[in-house]
């Protein structure tokens, strides 16, 4: 049995005694719910990546409370500490060289000799994490490959059962999962996310790659097709062809909306509970067509998703 906690100071308590006893709850985080288990537990770690079916040389963030504690277990450059500087707490994960002593379970890294840290801005994870006072390894809470959960019903979906609990926040604020950004010494954008790129940038004051521009691998585990709805997808629709559900934004009118004004912030806010929504009205076998979305700031982030989605499916 999967248990609901409330979102008081009864249900972190209950989360943090889970945590300690190297068992899985889900959280709220301002991006997506994440699947939380002890970073320094091999035992809590091997349990994630059995719950969610996920290969397991596709590493995980860690999540920390703030900047001094981020510091403890990576080194920061100083691209990375402007970042963190401007965007954390906040949708932003940075990927950074993993100290010796960091006591992480190798199996959260994959290996790897970075690792990836994000502090988020959701009162609920910042009360977990304090409370916990350990790094938290989360990816998000959803069997691998499968869309990610912006509510705690959304999670019970995919992993009810098979986790002990889940904090309920309610809906998450920004609906995607965070930018990840590797910083130094040159800075290159392995996942579009909650923060715009052109914002990156900004901060930084010079371009940001991206390694599939240069077809290098991305993240690991960066699969060309995730988030993928049952229902087939296809994108860039003006109408709905015979028999197809239309996911509408801005003009384009459709069965449901990202965004009828043309939003954004608020298209990516429904991203994914959407994609859950169309692919239940298209049924088995059916199929859904999304709206052009403008491919700048958050656009960029979500037609990223929305690729991945609409790409074919891999093992
Ligand atoms: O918003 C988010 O980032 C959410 C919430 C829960 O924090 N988490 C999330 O985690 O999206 P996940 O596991 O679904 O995605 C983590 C991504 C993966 O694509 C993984 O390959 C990449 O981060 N990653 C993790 N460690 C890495 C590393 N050392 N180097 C490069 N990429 C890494
Ligand atoms: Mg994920």
Not at 18 to 27: D, G, P
Not at 88 to 101: A, E, H, Q
Not at 162 to 191: F, K, M, N, T
């Amino acid at each position: 049995m999967t248990q609901t906690l409330s979102p008081d100071e009864g249900g972190i308590a209950q989360a943090v005694a889970i945590l300690r006893q190297e068992a899985l709850v889900a959280f709220p985080t301002e991006t997506v719910y994440g699947l939380g288990g002890d970073a320094r537990s091999d035992r809590a770690v091997a349990g994630i990546y059995a719950a969610k079916g996920r290969p397991s040389f596709n590493p995980l963030i860690v999540h920390l409370p703030d900047l001094s504690a981020v510091e403890r277990i990576a080194d920061l450059g100083p691209n990375a500490r402007k970042l963190a500087e401007a965007f954390w707490p906040g949708p932003l994960t940075l990927v950074l060289p993993l100290r010796k002593d960091a006591g992480l379970s190798a199996l959260v890294t994959a290996g790897l000799q970075t690792v990836a840290v994000r502090v988020p801005a959701h009162p609920l994870a910042q009360q977990l994490l304090r409370a916990f006072g350990g790094p938290v390894a989360a990816p998000s809470a959803n069997p691998s490959g499968r869309v990610s959960p912006t509510t705690a019903a959304h999670v019970l979906d995919g992993l009810s059962g098979r986790i002990a609990a889940v904090l309920d926040g309610g809906a998450c604020q920004v609906g995607l999962e965070s930018s990840i950004v590797l910083a130094d010494p040159d800075p290159y954008l392995l996942r579009p996310g909650g923060i715009p790129a052109e914002t990156i940038e900004s901060l930084l004051g010079r371009p940001v790659g991206t390694l599939q521009a240069e077809g290098k691998p991305t993240a690991p585990g960066q699969l060309a097709s995730h988030y993928a709805p049952v229902a087939a997808l296809r994108l860039n629709a003006t109408d709905a062809r015979e028999g197809e559900v239309l996911v509408g934004f801005g003009p384009v009118q459709g069965d449901l909306s990202l965004s009828p004004s043309g939003d954004l912030v608020e298209a990516a806010a429904r991203l994914f509970g959407l994609l859950r929504e169309a692919d239940r009205l298209a049924g088995p076998g059916g199929r859904i067509a999304f709206a052009p979305v403008p491919d700048a700031g958050l656009g960029r982030a979500i037609n990223d998703r929305l690729r991945r989605a609409a790409a074919p499916r891999q093992g």
